[in-house]
């Protein structure tokens, strides 16, 4: 079956913004955690930068910070089948204090073009993949996570697929007890080899009709 | 005046090649702002660059975002039987390099 890589947009957006969201320094772990706005929202970064955290820093200060990336994927048809998807991100340094993952999720930031502070609690808990092990992930490599049935169905046949990132102790509201994060490329960086993507294995709707049809006339 | 592009989306076939492509031309500059209180100096993006702006684009295929807006299509007939992102890379700066008036990036000559 065909497969459609997709990408974020770039700044200045009209489709799809990739970028993050951050709580930082907070000195208690559930107001930082459970606030409904973060301090900072970028998103027109280019290179390496920390959007995924879940950390506790010198002087017992706390930041929490989660990754948006929105994919428009108005191109595939509305009524093809999706079979299959594949979230991949370039990670590059890894800090894992307290043996904590990655989780896919998806995302309800106020705009598709643009992220503020108040989409901090805009990152969902619902989990789009298996998790994968901040101690199974290679720096400087794409990391590829296969989408679950629940995220298949968040790939939208008509608009943007809105996914994202937390860490799994983030969605847990576990307070850590050192440093976890990982930084990442996001879409603004130059070039076209380390940017967020999302690959759709799909079906194309003609062509399930024709076998659909084909199965009708012979009878299997 | 410096120019690059970004993919929207790679499409493959069954066997792997590319069938199809929707890329988005971009025209900036190398300036310097201050990103998170820390001065940086690199290429920022300006402006989008559509059939009006490249000229030897116009009439080519496209196709409209979510937003409306067109984005250029390339498809095999253009860029032959290929199927990685570098052979298709590759292909793109070749096309970078038709634009007289801008210079493409580093990374994409």
New interface residues.
């Given amino acids: 079956?065909?497969?459609?890589?997709?990408?974020p947009?770039?700044?200045?957006e009209?489709?799809?913004v990739d970028g993050r969201v951050l709580n930082e320094e907070g000195a208690v772990y559930a107001t930082v955690q459970g606030a409904a706005a973060g301090t900072?929202a970028?998103s027109a970064?280019?290179?390496e930068v920390y959007a995924l955290q879940n950390t506790k820093t010198a002087g017992a200060v706390f930041t929490v910070g989660r990754a948006f990336t929105l994919f428009?994927t108005?191109?595939l048809n509305n009524g093809d089948t999706v079979s299959a998807a594949t979230y991949s991100i370039w990670f590059v340094v890894i800090n894992n204090a307290d043996t904590d993952s990655v989780s896919v999720i998806t995302t309800s930031p106020a705009s598709?073009?643009n992220l503020v502070t108040d989409d901090f609690d805009q990152a969902g808990t619902t989990k789009q993949a298996t998790d994968v092990a901040l101690s199974a992930i290679t720096g400087n490599q794409y990391t590829d996570i296969a989408l679950n049935s629940t995220g298949l169905t968040n790939v939208s046949l008509t608009?943007?697929s809105k996914f994202g990132m937390r860490t799994a102790k983030d969605i847990a509201a576990t307070q850590p007890t050192g440093v976890n994060n990982i930084s990442q490329m996001f879409?603004d960086t130059?070039?076209?080899?380390n940017?967020p993507k999302l690959a759709v294995t799909h079906s194309l709707a003609l062509e399930t009709s024709v076998k659909s049809i084909t199965s009708l006339l012979l009878g299997v | 005046m410096k120019t690059?592009?970004?993919?929207?989306?790679?499409?493959?076939?069954?066997d792997g090649h590319i069938?199809e492509c929707?890329i988005?031309f971009?025209e900036g500059d190398i300036t310097t702002e201050i990103?998170?209180g820390v001065s940086i100096t690199?290429?920022r993006?300006t402006k989008?660059l559509g059939e009006d702006n490249l000229p030897h684009f116009k009439g080519r295929k496209s196709?409209k975002?979510?937003?409306g807006?067109d984005t250029v299509i390339f498809t095999s007939k253009d860029f032959g039987n290929i199927k990685t992102?570098d052979e298709l890379?590759l292909f793109l700066n070749s096309q970078l390099k038709k634009d007289a008036s801008r210079t493409p990036?580093?990374?994409?000559k």
């Avoid at chain 1, 079956?1 to 990408?7: A, K, Q």
Wanted: proline letters at 5%; hydrophobic letters at 25%.
């Fill in positions: 079956m065909p497969v459609t890589t997709f990408y947009q770039v700044d200045p009209t489709t799809s900072a970028p970064e280019a290179g428009d108005s191109s598709n073009t608009g943007i879409a130059a070039g076209t080899a940017d | 690059d592009y970004k993919f929207w989306y790679v499409s493959r076939a069954d069938t929707a988005r971009y990103e998170n690199r290429y993006r989008r196709r975002e979510a937003s807006t992102d890379r990036i580093d990374e994409q």
